[in-house]
C-alpha cells in the first residue's frame, strides 16, 4: 500500500496585468486556484502594482484594461501613443517594489505574471540569471507567463541577450489581438526549453482542462516533502 508524502504547497508570486489589480487578478485567476489547491498543488500570493494606471482605449474587449474595476495599477505605466517606443514610466520602482515584497513575504517558488506581470515576471528571472536582483532575495524555481511579451524598455534588451535556464512554463490564445501570439512566442524564445501552450482563447488566463494538465505536469515537479 502506497503512503502519502506530506508536503508543503509550492508558493507562486502573482503579478497581474496593466489596469488591473491583485483582486481583479485573483477572480480572473480563480480557476487556477481550483486547479492547484488540490493535493496541496501550490499557493497563490497576489501583488498590487504600485503604480495607478493611465487610461487606454482599445477594440479588443478581451484586454487588460478592466472597466469593471475601480482601481487599476500597472508594474510601469504609458501612454498609449509611446508604448512602442518603450517609454515606460515607473519600471525601476515597480521592480524594487517586488523585490521588497519578495525579501518580506517570500520565499517563493515560482513567479506567475499575466500579460504586463508577465513582461515584469521575465525581467525577474534575466536578472536572478545575470545576478543583477538583489542577492537577498531567494532565487525562483520556475515561471509561468501567460500573454506576456519580451520587454523592450532600453534598459531590459541586453537582459535578454543569453537563453534564460530558469523551467518556464508559458500560454498565451490564439484569438488574443492585445499582445499577438508570435510576441508571446517571442517571449519565450528567451527561455531554454520552454514549455507553451497556445490555447484558443483570447487575452485570457487560460481556464481549459488542457492547460490544467500542463500546468499540473509542470508545477509537480518543484515538490519535495515536507522534511527537505
Not at 51 to 69: A, L, Q, R, T, Y
Amino acid at each position: 500500500m502506497s503512503v502519502s508524502v506530506p508536503r508543503r504547497p509550492l508558493r507562486i508570486l502573482c503579478l497581474h496585468g496593466y489596469l488591473q489589480s491583485a483582486e481583479v487578478f485573483e477572480g480572473k485567476s480563480k480557476q487556477l486556484r481550483k486547479w492547484f489547491g488540490k493535493n496541496n498543488l501550490a499557493e497563490l500570493v497576489y501583488l498590487n502594482a504600485p503604480h495607478v494606471g493611465i487610461p487606454i482605449v482599445n477594440d479588443d474587449k478581451e484586454s487588460e484594461d478592466d472597466k469593471s474595476s475601480v482601481e487599476q495599477y500597472g508594474w510601469y505605466t504609458f501612454k498609449l501613443e509611446e508604448r512602442a517606443a518603450g517609454k515606460w514610466r515607473g519600471v525601476e520602482s515597480g521592480l524594487e517594489y517586488i523585490y521588497d515584497f519578495m525579501k518580506s513575504e517570500g520565499p517563493f517558488d515560482g513567479v506567475l505574471g499575466f500579460s504586463q506581470g508577465a513582461t515584469i515576471a521575465a525581467v525577474i528571472c534575466a536578472q536572478q540569471q545575470l545576478k543583477l536582483a538583489p542577492a537577498d532575495v531567494p532565487a525562483l524555481k520556475f515561471a509561468i507567463m501567460f500573454s506576456g511579451i519580451k520587454s523592450f524598455y532600453h534598459t531590459h534588451v541586453p537582459l535578454f541577450s543569453n537563453k534564460i535556464e530558469l523551467p518556464s512554463f508559458h500560454a498565451f490564445g490564439q484569438k488574443d489581438t492585445w499582445i499577438t501570439p508570435d510576441l508571446s512566442q517571442e517571449l519565450a524564445d528567451c527561455f531554454n526549453h520552454p514549455i507553451v501552450h497556445a490555447h484558443p482563447q483570447g487575452h485570457v488566463v487560460p481556464s481549459k482542462s488542457e492547460a490544467k494538465g500542463l500546468l499540473i505536469k509542470f508545477l509537480e515537479q518543484f515538490h519535495t516533502p515536507v522534511n527537505q
